[in-house]
C-alpha cells in the first residue's frame, strides 16, 4: 500500500533532519559559563572550553568565532533566561509588593543565582568597561530592571520609586559581586531576605 504524501513527509526519507548547529552552540554557550565559573575570569582558552562542550576548537571557532563573541553569547543566554523567569513571576503577582518580590525571587532564583552564573556577572561588569557591545548589554539589563523595580514600586511609594528602584537595583548587583568574591554556596533566601529588610525601611517612609 502506497502512503499518502504527508505521511511519507512524516515518515520516508523527506524528513527533515533538526540541524546540528543549535546543539552545538548551546553546548558551547553551557561550556564557557561552566569554564569560567570555574577558573573565576575571562582566562580561559576557546579549546577548554570546546574540550568541555565536546568539540573540537576548530568547531568552536568556526560557530562563533573569538572567545570574546563566545562569551557575549553566553550572557545574551543569561539574560534571557533571567528574563524570561522576571516576566513569569510578574504575570502570576496579583499587588504591587507581589510584583517586587516576584523580580527579588527571579534575580535569586537557582537558575540564576549559582556559582558559575555569578562567577560569568563578575566577568561580565569587567568586559563591559572596555568591549562596547558587553556595555550594550549591560545597558539592556540595567534598564528593563529598572524598569520593572520602579512599575512594581510606584504604587508603594510614589515618586520615589525611581530612586527606590535604582537602591534595590544595587543591592541585587552588589549581592551578586560580594557572592562572586567568596566561595560560599549561594543562599538565594538569605540574599532575598537581606534586600527585603532594606526595603522595608524605604515602605515604612511616606505612601503616595
Known sequence: M??????????GRTVP?????????AALVKATILEIGRVGSLDVTVG???KRAGMSTALAHHYFGAKEDMFLAAMRHVLTLYG?????????????EARVNAILRASFSPSNFRREVVGAWL????????VPQARRLLA?????????????????VGDR???VAESVGAMIDGVYLRQALTRATPDAGAA?????????????????
Request: no cysteine; net charge positive.
Open 2 to 11: 502506497r502512503l499518502p504524501r504527508l505521511a511519507r513527509f512524516f515518515w
Open 17 to 25: 533532519k533538526l540541524g546540528m548547529e543549535p546543539i552545538r552552540k
Open 48 to 50: 577548554q572550553i570546546a
Open 84 to 96: 524570561a523567569e522576571v516576566r513569569g513571576a510578574l504575570h502570576l503577582a496579583d499587588t504591587p
Open 123 to 130: 566577568n561580565f561588569w569587567v568586559l563591559a568597561q572596555t
Open 140 to 156: 539592556i539589563y540595567e534598564r528593563r530592571l529598572q524598569s520593572n523595580l520602579t512599575a512594581a514600586l510606584r504604587p508603594l
Open 161 to 163: 520609586a525611581p530612586r
Open 192 to 208: 532575598v531576605a537581606l534586600i527585603r529588610s532594606v526595603l522595608d525601611t524605604e515602605l515604612k517612609g511616606p505612601r503616595p
